[in-house]
Nanobody
Framework: EVQLVESGGGLVQAGGSLRLSCAAS????????IGWFRQAPGKEREGVSC????????HYEDSVKGRFTIARDNTKNTVTLQMNNLKPEDTAVYYC???????????????????WGKGTLVTVSS
């Protein structure tokens, strides 16, 4: 059974930092991209960042480039999202997800990502 568990969310002031983690199990971890997505209250889900299975390719949405860093540890089946210089508009529930084998997917929209964690809440106060 595929499981994804996010942790590390919390309340932080604008300009602060948080480090999110996604612990994965139930699949061949280093064969798959992992994506981070977020959904703010009243808004649609949006992509944040993706990393390839081999850790050689990363993608960032323009809104987080230069502030967020994605990394994976294939020995521990974890993916982290280091978030620096946080802004109030980063407030959202953050989810990690993995695409279905053989399907095309989008790191921006989340299309094709089949397995999702339950999310962790990040709140950035101004």
């Amino acid at each position: 059974e595929v499981q994804l568990v996010e942790s590390g969310g919390g309340l932080v002031q604008a300009g602060g930092s948080l480090r999110l983690s996604c612990a994965a199990s139930g699949f061949s971890f280093d064969d798959y991209y992992i994506g981070w997505f977020r959904q703010a209250p009243g808004k649609e889900r949006e992509g944040v960042s993706c990393v390839s299975g081999s850790n050689t390719f990363t993608h960032y949405e323009d809104s987080v480039k230069g502030r967020f860093t994605i990394a994976r540890d294939n020995t521990k089946n974890t993916v982290t999202l280091q978030m620096n210089n946080l802004k109030p508009e980063d407030t959202a529930v953050y989810y990690c997800a993995v695409p279905l084998a053989g399907n095309s997917f989008s790191c921006s929209s989340g299309t094709g990502f089949h397995y999702w964690g339950k999310g962790t809440l990040v709140t950035v106060s101004s």
